[in-house]
């Protein structure tokens, strides 16, 4: 069996969790297209019925404020894992 | 949910339900002395407070363009945003004095205050529909 040094050990959890800090940060594309989608829905919306502009601001706004914070998840996962190791 | 006809009545009424259910930490933080919790926590409101005011404005924005721009529009702001979040969080985490984890809890709060204001709309809902069936 191979055994490595405790620098290599060491240098490879580092390298490991750097690629596993920039792979969550990926996790944020998704919310950032996804409310893009619902933004352009609700502007056909708004054509198609402007006495509900308000209505339809408000549940984007909810919508956009628990949409978002799954990126924000990603990004204190990501952040644990460049400072902590 | 009251005032879903009027955005300006929401914003503020979702503020002040956050503030509301911030004061705990908050007091409980000062009673404790941790300051650096007090400090990354109130950083983490603030933020996201002022982003919430960003968010609206955007939509306002938004919809007064085509849906392929606002679609375009909302996103690229969405990743201007995520780097203002990105900013917070390592400022919190590079900083002595800001705590990080009290700033991250700081930036959800108002998501969690959306999410229990529902789930307690919901449950007000079903037990006034069990009350009437009752009658």
Redesign the interface.
């Known amino acids: 069996m191979v055994e490595f040094s405790p620098e290599v050990v060491d240098s490879i959890i580092r390298i490991a969790s750097f690629i596993a800090a920039g792979t969550a940060l990926i996790a944020g594309v998704g919310p950032g297209i996804g409310m893009g989608y619902a933004a352009g829905k609700a502007t056909t919306a708004v054509r198609r019925q402007p006495e509900a502009r308000g209505v339809i601001i408000t549940t984007m706004l909810l919508g956009q404020i628990i949409s978002g914070s799954t990126g924000i998840y990603s990004l204190v996962i990501a952040i644990f894992l460049v400072f902590s190791v | 949910?009251k005032?879903?006809?009027?955005?300006i009545k929401?914003?503020k009424e979702?503020l002040k339900k956050t503030y509301l259910i911030a004061l705990l930490p908050i007091v409980s933080a000062l009673i404790t002395g941790a300051m650096d919790v007090l400090l990354g926590f109130v950083f983490g409101l603030v933020i996201s407070t002022l982003l919430?005011r960003l968010?609206?404005n955007n939509?306002?924005r938004?919809?007064k363009?085509?849906?392929?721009k606002?679609?375009?529009?909302?996103?690229n702001r969405?990743?201007i945003?995520?780097a203002m979040?990105?900013i917070v969080?390592?400022t919190a985490?590079r900083n002595q004095d800001l705590n990080?984890l009290a700033a991250?809890v700081g930036?959800?709060m108002?998501?969690f205050t959306?999410?229990l204001w529902t789930i307690l709309d919901l449950f007000k809902d079903s037990i006034q529909q069990k009350l009437e069936s009752y009658k």
């Open positions: 949910m005032n879903m006809d009027n955005p929401l914003q979702i919430l968010k609206y939509i306002r938004a919809l363009m085509d849906e392929e606002a679609e375009k529009f909302i996103r969405y990743f945003e995520y979040y990105l969080l390592f985490a990080f991250a930036l959800f108002m998501k959306v999410i």
